[in-house]
Structures are given as structure tokens and as C-alpha cells.
């Protein structure tokens, strides 16, 4: 408890224990002879519990800021003591203040509360590292990270976290990567892996050499992203906050009108019904705080946002939360994302020379290229030189065309084969199928093979039996391939033979047989996946540890490489509007009762207090489910 909430509980108690001695005071000594004397024991409790809620109150009307909380709260309790000096009326010097005292008992579980949720997200979010050990002149010296350049070393003791993104050097460890992954498993560094920053060092020394300002960082990415996720509002958000600018003005005027108009129909005379009328109208300010709403469907979105940062699953802003509780198609890429985007040499069918030649010729062709299928072939055949390769063109969704040794050799798929006039047939086999031509001739092909995930099969299942009704896998793999992976793992459908940017024509025909209401998510690796990220409703990009391409473009991050967490999230999205909701409708519910009620002259003030305070602080625990 911090000290602000240990004064104002001090207050609390104080108050209490003097609003008892006041009604012994009132019932045994005074005893209604001195009206003024009364007040005057009354007031003491009223302002060390109120003073700081009457000073709100009148700061903010100097300030513009006329109707919050404090003012509703200041208008019902110093109308219910100056009701007191109303020609017959009753004081309701007691009830002024209760309705003070339950109001901040009431804020003081808030401030608990949300003070509770606050640092469970600051204690999550607390992975940036203070230092960064650099050795300068021989020596080994603590300094902060922010003065740390690219290409410098530095060196990560055990028991610390890693300062800056960079690639080991030196040494070996295993890495606790759970602050950004959510995953406890321990991953091994040694020399060559990347390291990123925010992992714990858990067991050997090692030497990094940065890769990355801090400022563009894994930890500074991340931080930036969950402190900024609150701008991305859900239409949840954006309604309440609209509500409560309209509402608390109207019901001022509302009780107003209560307290004012009524009385002028009375036969019994206007004076005689006003003190009545008042407390009505008074009752009726006190039950109508929106606090319950303002608060706790804010910090629900809050919550679920944290609670989610400690699985590993990054959400850009509480709107996407919003719309993932709606999907009820998901869209896959396969590479990376299905499959391991691991490929190797399954096959090689010549026509012409002997194996090794053909993969030899290919693995030439392809040793400019960074793409997973060029890895493989340069893999399946070692100690392939680049001297001899010219005039490389990549084509996209095709393949590549290079000069090797003088000659034109073409290395691609069956489209590149056709669109240069080269004769060839797809064999039915599962697989990618790699064509290779030479100067016009066709050699033969290399059959290439991507595994699939364990874990996808799993994945789909499971996102089924949430009520998934549609799963898609989007690859520029052949028909008989992509098939073959839709059935194993379990899809629905599936699109093939696609160029990259055929993926966002193939996901806009599958957004446009949807109702409105109903959203759909793409889920990809976020390096090349960008287009179609952006253009689904959701876009999640899977394996983004490290990856600026999938933080950029993906509206939600799985930060490892684990499938299985979108069944988590959609479990975590539905679960966090199923709380707004049940807050909003409780919230409303019991205050239009309560409110109905007053008008009618039914409701205590303590009911009244019950029905603002008592509601918001039921909402706000409520809310702070989401965190778990």
C-alpha cells in the first residue's frame, strides 16, 4: 500500500470513529436543541474525510473541467446538510457523512485496485536492463546502454539481462527468454546465434557484438509497443468515453429539474415538499457517477494487454483484442508458419547428366539468393563456388535466370519453364519442384521438401473447437503439394500456386464472402508477409522474435515460434469482452434500479452510495481478471 492510500485509510478510520462519537453526541447531549451546535459536531468527521474531494471539486470548476466525480460527490453531501435548515425538514447531517466516508472507502479499494494491475504490467514491462559492461582500456566497465554503438562488444555476466540485440562472439549459455516469449524453456547461445536483448544470461559468460542501437532494440520495440497499445482504443473504449461526456452533464440537469420542478405541482405548498425533493434529487447525483464504467472498462483492455505481454502475445492496442474476439476465419501462410521453413533435397530426377551435376548446376544458380529454397540447394551440395555466376535476375514467384559459365541456365518453377518456351511436366510429387534448364534445353528437376510443424495439426484443432469455422492456408506450392499439407494438418481449403502479391487478392475474395460482423485474421512470418498482414482484419505474425518486418506490419505478435498461443489469444480476447460486458451491463443495470427507485423517494443515501461506489469497485475487480 503506498502512502497516499495509507493516509487516506488513516482518514478513513479517523472519520468513522468520529462519526460514531458525533451520533452519540447528537442522540445523548445535544439532542436536537441546537441546530448549529449539531452541524458544527457533524462537520469535523465531513471535512477529514471530504476536504480533499471539495477542493477537487472546486479547482476543477475554475479549471473548465465542471462534471466529474467530486462535483457530484460535493453537491449531494453540502446539499444534504444545508437540507437541515429547510422549515420542518430533518437534518441529514449523518447521511452526508456516510455517503463521504463509503464514497472514499470506495476509492480507496479503486486505487488498490488499478494500483494492483499497474504493477503487475510495470513488473512484466521491467526488462529493460540498467547497464551495459564494455571493457575500455582494459577494463570492464558498467555503462548505460544508450551509449553503446553498433560493432562495439560487450559482455553479459551471468544473472544479467542482455543490454542490446546483438551476435555472440565468444562463450556459450542458455538464455531465459521467458519476458519475451512467455516460454520458460531455457534456449543455448553459442558463437554465430543472435541474442536479443531482455533474455537473462542463466549460466556462462559471453561477448556480444552489438547489432542494434538500444533505441531500435527487441526491449525498446516491445516497451515502445505495450505503452502505446492505449491509443488503439476499442469502440468498447471510444463509447464510454463518449457516454461519460454526455451522460454526467445530463444527469446533472436531470436532478436538477428533480429537486426544482416537482414541488411547483404540490398542494401541500412548494417549501413544504422542496426539502423532500431535494434528498431525491441528491440521491439520484450520488447514484449516477459513471465511475464504474470510466475506470474499469479502460483497465479491463489494460489488463488482458499485460496479461497477454506474459505469454509472449504482443497486442498493438485493445481494438485488435476487440476484433479477434470476433474472427471466425484464420488465413496461413504455410512457409514458417505451417511448416518449419526448413527445406532439403528430397529428390533429383535428370534428364540429361548425372545427379550431382544437375544439383551442382542449380546450387551455382541459386548462390546469390537468400531465399529458404537457394539455402537448401547450396546445402545439399557443399563447396559450391559463385565465381563463374553473372547476370543473376531474380523473378519473383518464378525463380531465377543466371549466366553460369557462359551459359543460360534457368532455375525455377514450372511457370518460368512455359514462360520461356522450355517443355516440361509438374511430376505428381509432394514437394516444392525445382525446374533447371540450360541454354533453352531442359535437364531435369530437384524435388525440395519443407516439414511440417508437429505442433499445427494441434493448432487447427484446437482453433476449431473454439468455433473456427473457416481455416485457409494461402502458398505458392503446387496443387498437389498444398493439398497434401491441407489434409494433413487438418485446413478446410486451401489457395496455390500464388505469386506474393496474389496472397492479398486471395484473402480479399475470402474477406468479401463474410458479413460485416465477422472478421477474419492472417497469420504469416512477417518478413515477407507485410501486404497481406495490413490488409486482414487482424494480422498475426508468428516467430517475431527479433523480426522489425513483423512488428511493423502485424497488429498482433506471437513472439516465438508456437502455434498453439492463437488459440490462447482468441481464448484471452473473448474472455476480456465477455468482462467489458458483463461491466457495462452490471454497472448500467444497477444504476438504472437505483435510479428508478430514487426518483421515487425508495432509496437511502447509503443504497444510493452502494450503487456508485459499491459497483465500481465489484466492475474494477471484475476487470482485473483479465491480468490472469
Not at 304 to 326: D, F, H, M, P, R
Request: with cysteine; aromatic share 6%.
Amino acid at each position: 500500500m503506498s502512502k497516499k492510500q495509507r493516509k487516506t485509510l488513516f482518514r478513513i478510520i479517523l472519520s468513522a470513529v468520529l462519526l460514531i462519537a458525533a451520533v452519540l453526541v447528537d442522540k445523548t447531549l445535544i439532542k436536537g436543541q441546537s441546530l448549529w451546535l449539531t452541524l458544527a459536531v457533524y462537520l469535523v468527521p465531513y471535512f477529514i474525510i471530504g476536504y480533499d474531494v471539495l477542493h477537487n471539486a472546486v479547482r476543477n470548476i475554475i479549471n473548465g473541467q465542471v462534471f466529474d466525480e467530486n462535483l457530484l460527490m460535493a453537491v449531494a453531501t453540502v446539499g444534504a446538510i444545508c437540507i437541515g435548515f429547510f422549515p420542518e425538514a430533518e437534518p441529514q447531517y449523518p447521511e452526508a457523512v456516510f455517503v463521504m466516508l463509503f464514497y472514499q472507502t470506495g476509492e480507496l479499494f479503486q486505487s488498490i485496485a488499478v494500483g494492483k494491475s499497474r504493477r503487475s504490467i510495470s513488473a512484466l514491462m521491467d526488462i529493460c536492463p540498467d547497464v551495459a559492461v564494455i571493457e575500455r582500456d582494459g577494463q570492464l566497465i558498467e555503462t548505460d546502454p544508450d551509449e553503446i554503438s553498433v560493432g562495439d562488444v560487450i559482455t553479459v555476466r551471468v544473472g544479467d539481462r542482455i543490454p542490446l540485440d546483438g551476435v555472440v562472439t565468444s562463450g556459450s549459455s542458455s538464455l531465459d527468454t521467458s519476458a519475451l516469449t512467455g516460454e520458460s524453456q531455457p534456449r543455448t547461445a553459442k558463437v554465430g546465434d543472435t541474442v536479443y536483448s531482455g533474455c537473462i544470461n542463466l549460466s556462462g559468460v559471453l561477448t556480444v557484438e552489438v547489432t542494434k542501437p538500444f533505441g531500435e532494440s527487441t526491449v525498446s520495440r516491445i516497451l515502445e509497443l505495450v505503452e502505446t497499445s492505449g491509443a488503439n482504443k476499442s469502440r468498447s473504449e471510444n463509447f464510454i468515453t463518449k457516454f461519460a461526456r454526455v451522460y454526467t452533464p445530463a444527469v446533472v440537469l436531470a436532478a436538477a429539474v428533480l429537486a426544482f420542478l416537482p414541488p411547483l405541482f404540490s398542494s401541500a405548498g412548494y417549501l413544504a415538499t422542496l426539502p423532500d425533493w431535494l434528498i431525491r434529487a441528491l440521491t439520484f447525483l450520488v447514484i449516477s457517477c459513471p465511475c464504474a464504467l470510466v475506470i474499469s472498462v479502460p483497465l479491463s483492455f489494460f489488463g488482458a494487454i499485460g496479461g497477454a505481454s506474459k505469454k509472449g502475445i504482443l497486442i498493438k492496442g485493445s481494438n485488435y483484442l476487440e476484433t479477434l474476439a470476433q474472427v471466425d476465419t484464420f488465413v496461413f501462410d504455410k512457409t514458417g508458419t505451417l511448416t518449419k521453413g526448413t527445406f532439403a533435397v528430397t529428390e533429383i530426377k535428370s534428364e540429361t547428366e548425372a545427379q550431382d551435376e544437375l544439383l551442382r548446376l542449380a546450387a551455382k544458380t541459386e548462390s546469390h539468393s537468400t531465399h529458404p529454397i537457394a539455402v537448401a540447394l547450396r546445402s545439399a551440395c557443399q563447396n559450391v563456388t559463385s565465381t563463374d555466376v553473372t547476370e543473376v535476375r531474380e523473378i519473383a514467384g518464378h525463380g531465377i535466370s543466371a549466366n553460369v559459365n557462359g551459359h543460360t541456365v534457368l532455375c525455377g518453377n514450372l511457370k518460368l519453364m512455359n514462360s520461356n518456351g522450355i517443355t516440361a511436366s509438374e511430376p505428381d510429387i509432394v514437394g516444392t519442384v525445382v525446374h533447371v534448364a540450360r541454354n533453352g534445353e531442359y535437364l531435369g528437376y530437384i524435388v525440395i521438401s519443407d516439414e511440417i510443424k508437429p505442433a499445427a495439426g494441434v493448432a487447427i484443432s484446437e482453433l476449431k473447437t473454439l468455433g473456427i469455422t473457416d481455416t485457409v492456408m494461402l502458398t505458392g506450392d503446387r496443387q498437389a503439394t498444398a493439398e497434401s499439407i491441407t489434409k494433413a494438418i487438418g485446413l478446410d481449403r486451401c489457395f496455390s500456386d500464388l505469386l506474393p502479391e496474389d496472397k492479398v487478392t486471395a484473402l480479399e475474395r475470402i474477406m468479401s464472402d463474410k458479413q460485416p460482423h465477422r472478421k477474419t485474421a492472417f497469420v504469416g512470418d512477417g518478413i515477407n508477409d507485410a501486404p497481406v498482414l495490413m490488409r486482414a482484419d487482424v494480422g498475426i505474425a508468428m516467430g517475431a522474435l527479433g523480426s522489425d518486418a513483423a512488428i511493423e506490419a502485424a497488429d498482433i505478435v506471437l513472439m516465438d515460434d508456437d502455434i498453439k498461443k492463437l488459440s490462447t489469444a482468441i481464448l484471452m480476447a473473448r474472455k476480456t469482452i465477455a468482462i467489458v460486458r458483463q461491466n457495462i451491463a452490471f454497472a448500467l443495470g444497477v444504476k438504472a434500479a437505483v435510479l428508478i427507485l430514487s426518483i421515487f423517494g425508495f432509496t437511502p443515501m447509503w443504497l444510493a452510495v452502494f450503487a456508485d461506489v459499491g459497483v465500481a469497485v465489484i466492475a474494477i475487480l471484475n476487470a482485473m481478471r483479465t491480468l490472469r
